[in-house]
């Protein structure tokens, strides 16, 4: 789709049509970067680029830049390094021109950020304003459906933290939307529906067997589409879940693969934090012998080189 995009920049670039190149552009880098592209190369693009893009429209502009915070916070560019956009400045010009469409953009970019940072308490804070917002469109875009994913998953974490019905209530109305997406295409919505249905039952059923299927068939369809930070994601979780009920065997070696697929998607920030955060050396974790592991299934034994995308 991306490839796409980039045709019909070109092809309105030729026709004189820069507004419509430039949306053309940026909608080429949100594919890329929510499909699972390497980062580093979408970073060089954002930053040989964004200024054009500004330049001509300044719509398209405004989000390239949000993008350009989101890429540079997962690679984890040095602050001394990144670009001139500062989300504070945007959001104060967005309130003061009352654009409503970029306030849900930036507070739904803020939902992300925390999350990857593992702030989940500023996460839920950003994604309840952007609830009180509405959404702009009653179609799954690309925005809302990542605000829908990151939203169910912010909420049962902080569940699972402190509690509150209202919480669960509203991380499970998530996980329902996805799963009416799902039943048009698995392809795209399914992996996300499966891991929500396996935080959710983890959280309140109590059926570890129920939960740890959905989270393998999460698993298996991140994989099977080729969604590499999604199936890091999946990992990182299963081996939460593993790591609450006593396997820690288990929940290092999916710990390994998520820190390996963030790796590839060139997320290093997160491939790093994964193993900070868990008080895991990386050349111990490296050197896991998944060989010698008898008691996986065979849907937990992917390793990253098996992957059907390589970055």
């Known amino acids: 789709?991306?490839?796409?995009?980039?045709?019909?920049?070109?092809?309105?670039?030729?026709?004189?049509?820069?507004?419509?190149?430039?949306?053309?552009?940026?909608?080429?880098?949100?594919c890329m970067i929510y499909g699972g592209e390497n980062l580093s190369l979408v970073n060089q693009s954002l930053r040989d680029r964004t200024k054009t893009i500004t330049k001509h429209s300044?719509?398209?502009?405004?989000?390239?830049?949000?993008?350009?915070?989101?890429?540079?916070?997962?690679?984890?560019?040095?602050?001394?390094?990144?670009?001139?956009?500062?989300?504070n400045v945007l959001q104060a010009e967005a309130e003061s021109a009352k654009n409503a469409r970029l306030l849900f953009r930036i507070h739904f970019f803020n939902v992300m950020i925390s999350y990857w940072r593992g702030d989940f308490a500023d996460a839920e804070e950003s994604s309840n304003v952007v609830s009180m917002m509405g959404p702009f469109s009653k179609l799954p875009t690309i925005h809302l459906v990542y605000y829908t994913f990151f939203r169910g998953l912010v909420l049962f974490q902080r569940y699972s933290e402190e509690g509150g019905?209202?919480?669960?209530?509203?991380?499970?109305?998530?996980?329902?939307?996805?799963?009416?997406?799902?039943?048009?295409?698995?392809?795209?919505?399914?992996?996300?529906?499966?891991?929500?249905?396996?935080?959710?039952?983890?959280?309140?059923?109590?059926?570890?067997?129920?939960?740890?299927?959905?989270?393998?068939?999460?698993?298996?369809?991140?994989c099977d589409h080729g969604i590499i930070h999604e199936l890091g994601l999946a990992y990182e979780l299963l081996g939460d879940y593993y790591t609450i009920h006593g396997r820690e065997i288990e929940s290092h070696l999916c710990i390994k693969n998520a820190h390996e697929c963030y790796t590839q998607w060139g997320a290093t920030s997160i491939a790093k934090k994964i193993l900070d955060d868990r008080g895991l050396d990386p050349k111990w974790i490296s050197n896991l012998d998944i060989e010698s592991l008898s008691i996986f299934s065979k849907g937990l034994q992917l390793e990253t080189s098996k992957h059907p995308r390589e970055w």
Not at 8 to 28: C, K, P, T, V
Not at 65 to 76: H, Y
């Open 1 to 30: 789709l991306s490839r796409k995009y980039r045709k019909y920049y070109d092809d309105m670039m030729r026709m004189g049509e820069s507004n419509y190149a430039m949306i053309a552009l940026g909608n080429a880098w949100r």
């Open 58 to 87: 300044k719509y398209a502009g405004e989000i390239a830049a949000l993008d350009t915070i989101l890429v540079e916070e997962l690679i984890g560019v040095p602050s001394s390094s990144r670009s001139h956009f500062d989300m």
């Open 165 to 222: 019905d209202k919480r669960l209530q509203a991380g499970k109305e998530m996980m329902n939307q996805m799963g009416t997406w799902a039943k048009n295409s698995m392809a795209i919505f399914g992996n996300k529906w499966l891991l929500l249905t396996a935080e959710y039952t983890a959280l309140v059923d109590g059926k570890c067997e129920e939960a740890e299927e959905c989270y393998k068939k999460s698993i298996e369809a991140a």
